[in-house]
């Protein structure tokens, strides 16, 4: 009742939330206290948290950011939704996001911007900038998010919260509205990394659903956040610390190294020599699954249907241009370009293989060092509308995550300062399957 009623005071401020479920959370909540009062209390009962709006709610719109399913209201919950509801967690309700997941700022939502907590004229980052910005704003104290090319960990950052993008397959899709299926993958976004550890216990886990899901048994990530860090071998790739960082960001990140060095870690100069083609591929490969993905969109099955069309090519076309907004068509055309007969190899299979050089650049600094430590984002959060009418700036915001989906491997990003008075993020990143050292890394930090 207190977050409900903190949500209805404060988030008109804000616009992190879709839809509040405030009947369906007060349920939750007194079927959370029956079991409490039984003795028979699940790892979150009774903890509310908040669902970003690409998982499907039995019963509860799911809109993904967009007018296209605006009224789409799912028959079936996500499999991550599931797990938290077999966990007792009450969900408050549904967060915002840029529309199918597709931007950094949040601003191509059709439920428009959500604004950062630490200065409404900002952006929270995105696409989850609407789970974020609600733990921020401590609305929540946990939220659901998603991550294809740095939705968790860079709206994370710029919200001064901790947000987990697990390795690529630990997490199961079914239910979770695809955008670059190859890519995707839920995480939490937390006040700390042991809440975030909390919540992925949870999230993680078998799923013979979804055919990427890798089918490991549930773990408790929280098994290691205490363990001592001394001899820790840290990363530190030159290419994260070049041109385009903002300098001020870049003292906090080696501030927080420097406190690490304190810690009994070892700070290790690496390369990722195939650091500068992450964001070219990515927009190649992403877009080109998501004009596979979108194409289900068509007006006839579910979401958005045009008034009275003349024959089916207008109805698919009418509800398409509708439906969508200037992003996802700019990402369809894109897609489907890189995918037609004849640019096929020039395009899609060159960033394949790229996707395959940025992988082993990992590989081989893993051999040497336990994580790899540098900036979530090249900036502190930026004014709204500022990036807006540049794509390629905004594309930018994700030039320290986009490479660790295309190599699978789980990152996180941790508060680790300010610069006048916005949050920078220290990213984490992990090896293949590593979480449980990643968040006990993060955990000696805080
Ligand atoms: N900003 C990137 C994009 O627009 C990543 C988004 C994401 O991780 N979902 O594609």
């Known amino acids: 009742r207190q977050l409900l009623a903190r949500i209805q005071q404060l988030d008109p401020s804000y616009n992190s939330f879709i839809s509040v479920t405030a009947d369906r959370a007060l349920a939750q909540a007194a079927a959370a206290d029956a079991r409490l009062a039984s003795g028979d209390a699940p790892a979150l009962c009774g903890v509310p ?31 991550v939704i599931e797990n938290f509801e077999q966990a007792g967690a009450v969900s408050l309700g549904k967060t915002n996001m840029d529309e199918f997941a597709m931007g950094s700022s949040n601003e191509s939502s059709f439920y428009g911007p959500v604004k950062n907590p630490w200065d409404t004229s900002r952006v929270p980052g995105g696409s989850s900038g609407g789970s974020a910005a609600a733990v921020a704003a401590q609305l929540c104290p946990g939220a659901t998010a998603t991550d294809t090319g740095g939705s968790i960990r860079q709206p994370a950052a710029l919200t001064n919260t901790t947000g987990v993008k697990p390795t690529y397959g630990r997490v199961s899709r079914w239910g979770m509205i695809a955008f670059a299926s190859s890519l995707d993958q839920g995480g939490p976004i937390a006040r700390t990394a042991e809440d975030a550890a909390l919540m992925l216990s949870v999230m993680a886990g078998s799923d013979s659903r979804d055919s990427t899901n890798l089918q490991r048994p549930a773990e408790n990530f929280t098994r290691a956040l205490h363990e001592s860090i001394a001899g820790l071998r840290i990363g530190v790739p030159k290419e994260y610390f070049g041109e385009g960082l903002n300098s001020a960001t870049g003292d906090r990140v080696q501030a927080a190294l420097a406190e690490y060095e304190k810690l009994g870690a070892e700070l290790v100069d690496i390369s990722l020599p195939h650091t500068h083609l992450a964001v070219p591929a990515y927009y190649v490969i992403a ?91 090249p900036s502190p959060a930026f004014a709204l509308g500022a990036k807006q009418a540049d794509p390629v700036s905004m594309y930018l915001e994700d030039i320290y995550t986009i490479a660790i989906n295309l190599a699978g491997l789980p990152a996180m990003s941790l508060p680790c300062g300010t610069v006048d008075g916005l949050p920078v993020g220290l990213q984490i990143i992990g090896n293949y399957l590593d979480e449980a050292r990643m968040l006990n890394v993060a955990h000696r930090y805080q």
């Open 287 to 377: 877009p080109a699954e998501a004009s596979a993905n979108l194409s289900r969109f068509d007006g006839v099955r579910y979401g958005h249907r045009c008034e009275n069309p003349a024959d089916l090519r207008d109805l698919y076309m009418r509800s398409r241009g509708e439906g969508f907004g200037e992003e996802v068509q700019r990402r369809i055309l894109v897609g489907t370009y890189a995918l037609s007969a004849g640019y096929y190899d020039a395009y899609y299979n060159k960033a394949q293989q790229v996707r395959r050089l940025i992988k082993q650049d990992f590989v081989q600094a893993f051999e040497k060092v336990d994580v790899i430590m540098g900036p979530t984002a």
């Open 49 to 79: 948290i908040a669902h970003k709006d690409i998982f499907c709610t039995n019963g509860v719109r799911t809109s993904c950011g967009s007018r296209m399913l605006d009224n789409f209201v799912p028959p079936y919950d996500a499999a």
